[in-house]
């Protein structure tokens, strides 16, 4: 009840995964952040979730989506690329983007830092002094003159076992820092809503490798079990030789930062030790990265940084400090709002509508997205415009239906059949079937549909195609083709093959040669696709052919052969006949761009066409499906909206065949 358009709201972490499709439904121009605190799992680990891809779908209806590390962000989009089949591409200004059903989410990986101006002032606090020298005489009593300090959640993830084991492992390989070193870790215990004590097995672990310590070292270890105030706090850090994190696995924490500007307060200027496996490691200058999981090498980085000379020290210190005063949390929070308010700035200068339609979808439901493109086909648009027209030309990429064949269901391909029989009923109806599979491909996918010689076909990319009312085995060519460049295409992309398990090539093509990747991982056959892209347009330059990449698979075509120019021959061969005042054009991938061109060339020089005496206005529907930008006029998200917008049209043929029956039965009976 308080939102106003356009305002921005902020979701933080993982109770909430599903809200920006939640709010999306409620609240339509809101500008959504979703803030990642914590890592975000590997593709491996992620796709085990059951729900898996409805988390995906809920979290790309966010505007915006913030992560603390790259590493994380890369995790997530490559959960996007594998399980979703989405691309990501980095853009101008810095920032990640993925296009999810026509909306563009963008990604934003920043640590963000501290109240810099704030601790500062707290800082100056008289007990601040007092707490230090409190420790000052608690060190002295115990004779030690090396601190190692270490503050965590008692919790698995925080590796304050494998922090003690490699302590451990100091004073066992370098006998010279026994009689001076300690360690004090402060570990905080964990309790839920109920005051019951979490992770109470790993408490026992931790208290079992304490006590064995003080066994074999005695005084060598001081852990405290509770959290410390502010003032305490920050004194221990400022009386410390190195901070040491341990994590196994770490979002945020800002113990690091904290640490760094309590050292101010001191004359030590302590050493970071941070767990590669923390995001904050990632980003402070100077920090010693190590692996909690090797004890030994965790224990001569400990030793490393004790005996670092004083001048390097203060060098590190310096630069820790202008990260920690110049990467403030005010600065973070600025320069995230600053991004959101731009890339919406952004969206309204290239025309997206930023409302959320009624579409919207909440909760676990598979198409959960958001459209925000004002050039979202509407349907009604088309059924009015099919109604008050004499002569259509239909025209439908159907490898939209062929390929996908864990998107289209039996039920579901009868129901397109139905809808595409219904279509070429109706006197004036002119459909063709466009494919870039071979002719046999073509009809074994059609099976046995009834009308199939009213069906205007085009095989392999408009090699071959058929006219409406030609026998079903009369095909003609469009031109004859010599494929001398098919063999040094093959020699390319063999090599390919036989580094790229999964990938195969297509080479029964008479004026086409493909290598597919649909097969491998995404990702790295992406990587190869593009890779083998460039080397095909470098070696094959001087010959007669188009080479390019599809959404898996990388293509060798002769010039002269493609269902744009089989579009221009269609509707060239109609022109002479007095031509047409509706078009249907329905295509997903590059290919379909010069046949879209084609069309709203056509539409531009006959806006209106004479037939039977009247002046008729040309409509042209050219509709990209899942795919943007594109040349076509129009859009459509999914493979759901083609079947309920083809259905929709063969419902208006049918009401049409039921008018004119109708009216023939009544001029009968009046005659």
């Known amino acids: 009840q308080n939102f106003n358009d356009g305002d921005c709201v902020f979701v933080f972490d993982l109770e909430l995964l599903l809200t920006p499709t939640l709010i999306g439904s409620r609240a339509r121009t809101a500008n959504i952040c979703f803030f990642f605190n914590t890592p975000f799992p590997s593709s491996e680990i992620f796709r085990a979730i059951p729900v898996r891809k409805e988390i995906l779908r809920a979290l790309l209806n966010a505007d915006f989506i913030q992560f603390h590390d790259y590493t994380y962000a890369r995790h997530f989009m490559s959960c996007c690329s594998t399980l979703l089949g989405l691309e990501y591409k980095s853009t101008r200004g810095g920032l990640l983007n993925i296009v999810f059903n026509g909306h563009h989410c963008h990604i934003r990986a920043s640590h963000t830092g501290i109240d810099v101006n704030?601790?500062?002032?707290?800082?100056?606090?008289?007990?601040?002094?007092?707490?230090?020298?409190?420790?000052?005489?608690?060190?002295?009593?115990?004779?030690?003159?090396?601190?190692?300090?270490?503050?965590?959640?008692?919790?698995?993830?925080?590796?304050?076992?494998?922090?003690?084991?490699?302590?451990?492992?100091?004073?066992?390989?370098?006998?010279?820092?026994?009689?001076?070193?300690?360690?004090?870790?402060?570990?905080?215990?964990?309790?839920?809503?109920?005051?019951?004590?979490?992770?109470?097995?790993?408490?026992?672990?931790?208290?079992?490798?304490?006590?064995?310590?003080?066994?074999?070292?005695?005084?060598?270890?001081?852990?405290?079990?509770?959290?410390?105030?502010?003032a305490p706090r920050c004194a221990l850090f400022s009386q410390a030789d190195a901070l040491v994190n341990a994590a196994v696995r770490h979002g945020l924490t800002l113990v690091p930062f904290e640490f760094v500007l309590c050292t101010e307060l001191g004359e030590k200027k302590g050493n970071l030790i941070l767990s590669e496996f923390s995001a904050c490691g990632r980003v402070i200058p100077g920090a010693v990265r190590v692996n909690p999981w090797r004890d030994e090498d965790l224990a001569r980085a400990i030793v490393k940084t004790l005996r670092q000379p004083a001048h390097e020290s203060m060098h590190w210190h310096t630069q820790q400090m202008a990260w920690c005063k110049t990467n403030t949390v005010e600065r973070w929070t600025e320069n995230i709002l600053l991004d959101m308010k731009r890339i919406r700035i952004h969206m309204i200068e290239m025309g997206e509508d930023v409302n959320r339609s009624a579409s919207v979808r909440v909760g676990l439901v598979k198409n959960s997205y958001k459209e925000i493109s004002s050039r979202v086909l509407k349907h009604e648009i088309v059924f009015n415009a099919y109604t008050n027209t004499k002569t259509r030309l239909l025209l439908l990429d159907i490898d939209l239906l062929i390929r996908p064949k864990e998107e289209l269901d039996d039920e579901e391909k009868e129901k397109t059949l139905r809808s595409l029989q219904q279509l070429v009923q109706e006197q004036g109806n002119f459909l063709f079937l466009l494919s870039s599979e071979s002719p046999d491909n073509l009809l074994k996918w059609l099976g046995k549909t009834k009308g199939l010689e009213k069906l205007g076909l085009a095989a392999e990319d408009g090699y071959y195609y058929k006219w409406p009312g030609s026998p079903v085995d009369r095909w003609d060519i469009r031109m004859e083709v010599q494929a001398y460049w098919k063999e040094v295409a093959h020699s390319l992309m063999k090599t390919y093959v036989e580094r790229t398990t999964g990938t195969f090539i297509e080479h029964d093509k008479i004026a086409s040669i493909t290598w597919h990747f649909g097969s491998t991982s995404p990702e790295f056959g992406l990587m190869q696709g593009k890779e083998l892209l460039n080397h095909l347009k470098d070696t094959m330059a001087h010959l007669p052919v188009e080479v390019f990449m599809g959404k898996s698979f990388v293509r060798v075509r002769h010039k002269d052969v493609s269902k744009g120019s089989l579009v221009q021959h269609i509707v060239s061969h109609y022109s002479r006949r007095g031509g047409v005042d509706f078009i249907l054009c329905l295509g997903d991938d590059k290919m379909d761009q010069d046949m879209f061109n084609i069309l709203q060339h056509y539409q531009h020089e006959a806006s209106y066409r004479v037939f039977q005496g009247e002046e008729q206005a040309v409509k042209v529907f050219t509709v990209t499906v899942g795919k943007q930008p594109s040349h076509a006029a129009y859009c459509l998200y999914t493979l759901d909206d083609v079947n309920t917008l083809l259905g929709g049209v063969s419902l208006q043929t049918k009401r049409k065949i039921r008018a004119s029956a109708t009216m023939l039965e009544l001029s009968g009976f009046a005659a």
């Open 118 to 230: 704030q601790l500062e002032v707290r800082l100056r606090e008289e007990q601040i002094g007092v707490e230090q020298q409190k420790w000052r005489q608690k060190f002295a009593q115990t004779g030690k003159q090396v601190i190692l300090c270490g503050y965590d959640d008692m919790e698995p993830l925080s590796g304050i076992t494998l922090k003690l084991e490699a302590f451990r492992s100091l004073l066992r390989l370098h006998p010279e820092f026994r009689s001076n070193t300690l360690l004090v870790q402060v570990a905080i215990p964990l309790y839920d809503n109920r005051a019951n004590l979490m992770h109470p097995e790993y408490v026992e672990q931790v208290k079992s490798a304490a006590a064995e310590i003080e066994k074999d070292y005695p005084g060598s270890l001081l852990m405290m079990h509770e959290k410390m105030p502010f």
